[in-house]
């Protein structure tokens, strides 16, 4: 992955955190060497019944065919495949496997993910020039075949998106928001998570989220929903706090100021 993370990445880490089944340990950036390489994700499958109760969220038809060590690289709508991607992404599982420790014993316990916001020519060009090609298994989801020494999966989000009928796995490949339960889960990430909204701040795309966010309806309808009255109107002039009241609490408030002055 490059040194810059976008928003996407951030956000789509989230998205498996919180989404992935709980039979997988995610790792994100994982250090192939002291120098700043770092796989996007590193994706280890546990070994107790017990740890895999939470079913999968999102991408359900992928957890179930991954290795027991599986390296993920994450290709978002606003950075897309682009050549010698699919040839850095095996690079970074054979560096894996020399850095490992201890060494690992089995090297078919080791598979790779390229999840793609959808199937391009650049993909099919570089699949081409190394001799492989595309499998399909269930809509979106494809076996890399030919000369690869790694059992490889390749996922077209879109196509999974519209497939899983899933709005917010849609956003990561097509750059929308055309669905309320995925308008809140970023509002959540990116407004109300206080703790975990300073760690996104740092991406370039940030602001233009935020913005969009703040310019629909759904946003502000959720607003109402999650913050007290007392944060909606802190910082209001006393005109504002009264259009913020409801018919109710002014008939409630004039009643006050009666009684007040009586």
Sequence with gaps: MSAERTLWH??????????????????????????????????????????QSRPARVMSSLWSRLQDITVMEFKSCRR??????????????????????????????LGTVLLVPERTDALYGELGEMRQHLQP????????????????????????????????LKFFAEDTMDNEDAERWLFEQAVLDGEGRMALEKAPDFKELVER????????????????????????????????????ELKHLAQLLKDKLH
């Design 10 to 51: 951030l956000l789509f880490r989230r998205l498996l955190l919180e989404r992935a089944p709980s039979g997988f340990v995610i790792q994100d950036e994982f250090p192939l060497s002291k120098e700043p390489q770092r796989i996007d994700f590193l994706v280890l499958r546990k070994t107790s019944e017990d740890e």
């Design 80 to 109: 897309p495949f682009r050549r010698t991607d699919n040839m850095r992404l095996l690079g970074y599982a054979a560096q894996y496997i020399a850095s490992a420790k201890p060494p690992l014993p089995d090297y078919r316990r």
């Design 137 to 168: 298994l269930e809509p979106g989801y494809f076996k890399v075949l030919g000369e690869t020494q790694f059992k490889g999966l390749v996922v077209d989000l879109s196509e999974v998106a519209r497939a899983e009928r899933d709005a917010l």
């Design 213 to 248: 966010l703040m310019a629909s309806d759904r946003a502000r309808q959720i607003v109402k929903e999650t913050m007290t009255k007392e944060e909606r109107l802190e910082g209001l002039s006393t005109k504002d706090r009264l259009e913020g009241l409801s018919e109710e």
